[in-house]
Nanobody, 115 residues
Framework: QTRLVESGGGSVQPGESLRLSCVASGSIFRFNTMAWYRQGPGKQRELVASITRGSTTTYADSVKGRFTISRDNAKNTLSLEMNSLKPEDTAVYYC?????????WGQGTQVTVSS
């Protein structure tokens, strides 16, 4: 059973940056796709960004050009660099890993963007 633990959330002002990290309890190499999702207040959980084992990335239109997803298979870590943060980025951010039909989730980390 793989455990995912996120960190790096916090409260920032608009325009500032944060870096989220997700550390897995075991090797992440077996996960073809890993991703970051978020769920804002009163909203459904949405895909923010994903990355394959081969480092192919996809981004939600709302974060393109501002967020960068990366993975370090040697360190079993998934990261999300978030720049130029906006109030609408406020949400709980979740790390996700897909192993076939099984989805693993972290517990989430809160990101609040407010002036």
């Amino acid at each position: 059973q793989t455990r995912l633990v996120e960190s790096g959330g916090g409260s920032v002002q608009p325009g500032e940056s944060l870096r989220l990290s997700c550390v897995a309890s075991g090797s992440i190499f077996r996960f073809n796709t890993m991703a970051w999702y978020r769920q804002g207040p009163g909203k459904q959980r949405e895909l923010v960004a994903s990355i394959t084992r081969g480092s192919t990335t996809t981004y939600a239109d709302s974060v393109k050009g501002r967020f960068t997803i990366s993975r370090d298979n040697a360190k079993n870590t998934l990261s999300l660099e978030m720049n130029s943060l906006k109030p609408e980025d406020t949400a709980v951010y979740y790390c996700n890993a897909k192993d076939g039909w099984i989805n693993y989730w972290g517990q989430g980390t809160q990101v609040t963007v407010s002036s």
